[in-house]
């Protein structure tokens, strides 16, 4: 039988707390433990994974830099941009970090089908483009087993913050978004096809959870912050 999956889709959040919850999440999280997928916008911000040079990080100007512990380089988030985080346990889905990687890619690039945008993958450089532009990039992380951090898809944004950085730390790389590309400049319909096809690709069922982060986990990412 396929396995629910819980749906928080929690609006505009800043990034910091969501990071240190989801944190917090997968370390309380056990075997009996429901799959999350969070769905979001952030604040305007800048991260540098665990891989990211401070040379990629070219003129932030009042837009802060927050190093954290995801896989890859630079990237930007901001209003207009669905940021997915999935907390899957790969144990019990069977699947290493190598398929994860190619099954959200593929959750991606079958989102844009719907609206007839032909993407591709890259080897070498995870995330979905079309043409010569990235429209969505990846950053994850596994721990003791389970997933976080997750993918950022360009639907209706200002692109110009790309400008300030190598985006993934490659010099020059184009972006570009669904609504350039034809698409809806709705978040709320790229989510609702996008949530689908996710689900689809780990046979998950969705379902909709209260629009807020766990309090569990926002209890815990709230004492490590003061014990810090």
């Not at 040079?53 to 890859?72: A, C, N, Q, S, T």
């Not at 959750?107 to 010569?132: C, M």
């Amino acid at each position: 039988m396929s396995q629910p999956v819980l749906v928080r889709r929690l609006g505009r959040q800043p990034y910091e707390p969501v990071w240190h919850a989801m944190q917090a999440f997968t370390d309380r999280r056990g075997p009996e433990t429901t799959d999350e997928l969070w769905v979001l916008e952030h604040d305007p911000v800048f991260t540098l994974g665990q891989a990211g040079k401070w040379e990629h990080v070219l003129m932030p100007g009042d837009i802060p830099v927050v190093p954290v512990d995801r896989g890859g380089q630079v990237t930007y988030h901001g209003p207009g941009q669905i940021v997915a985080y999935p907390l899957f346990d790969l144990r019990r889905l069977k699947i290493g970090v190598r398929e994860l990687v190619n099954r959200i890619e593929q959750a991606i690039i079958d989102t844009l089908g719907e609206w007839n945008i032909v993407a591709l993958r890259r080897d070498g450089a995870p995330g979905v483009y079309v043409g010569e532009a990235k429209v969505a990039a990846l950053g994850l992380r596994v721990r003791r087993g389970c997933s976080f951090h997750g993918l950022a898809f360009n639907v209706d944004m200002d692109l110009e913050p790309f400008h300030r950085i190598n985006p993934c730390g490659y010099e020059g790389m184009a972006v570009t978004q669904v609504l350039d590309l034809g698409g809806p400049g709705s978040l709320a319909r790229v989510e609702d096809v996008l949530i689908g096809e996710l689900a689809r690709q780990f046979g998950l069922v969705p379902q909709a959870a209260e629009p807020q982060l766990p309090l569990s986990a926002v209890d815990d990412a709230a004492r490590v912050a003061q014990s810090a």
